[in-house]
């Protein structure tokens, strides 16, 4: 099925935490939305299917994104069901702790393949694609202020990120396409919580001067911000969402 909107938008990992609540959102602002999975077919149709009952469109598009194929077929089909492509959020990611000397080949190559190499290949699918006056936000983290030990792999991949989202921000001149990153702290999602004590859980609460943990719909919040009229003058910049923690 065609369907014609104003603006369309391609969240990709959006099936749950984050990425689904910056889906929901951007739908409610008046996006179209492409909601991108990796595997699980099942929670993304859940997501279109809540974009679809609150009056929104959606559709849910697999695709793993350190694959670069598979990116230009999400892009594809995006172009084919809506038309064109205004916004893309970089929220795919994936997260393994080690220290650095405990840090294995097959943990530093997964967080590359999936947090840096996917998002150059939407970057670059992005940059020829997108059109005139669009957004792009990728998603970074604030351990890159942090630089906790155990993170050295994963912050790395996102200060790789936001070195990337600044450049794109000026090899874009001209298209009046902003290209902005958005760094969450300790925020409540799947992603955070799996195998985390209760007390760990507790205390990193403690740790922002708000004293409590981010919830998605914060991050979808700022990420909204950054893809709506009211963020057009916000260009190359890393916002850190993490209530004050770094």
Partial sequence: MTYTSSKVAIVTGASGGIGAAVARRLSADGFAVVVNYAGNAAPAAAIVA???????????????????AAVRRMFDVAEGDFGGIDVLVNNAGIMTLASIADSDDVLFDR??????????????EASKRLRDGGRIVNLSSSVVGLLQPTYGVYAATKAAVEAMTSILAKELRGRDITVNAVAPGPTATNLFLDGKPQEVIDRLSKLPPLERLGQPDDIADAVAFLAGPDGGWINGQTLRANGGIV
């Avoid at 609150?54 to 694959?67: H, K, L, T």
């Avoid at 967080?111 to 670059?124: D, E, P």
């Fill in 50 to 68: 809540q974009i679809e009952a609150a009056g929104g469109r959606g559709v849910a598009i697999q695709a793993n994104v350190s694959d670069p």
């Fill in 111 to 124: 967080q590359v393949a999936v947090n840096l190499k996917g998002t150059f290949n939407t970057l670059r």
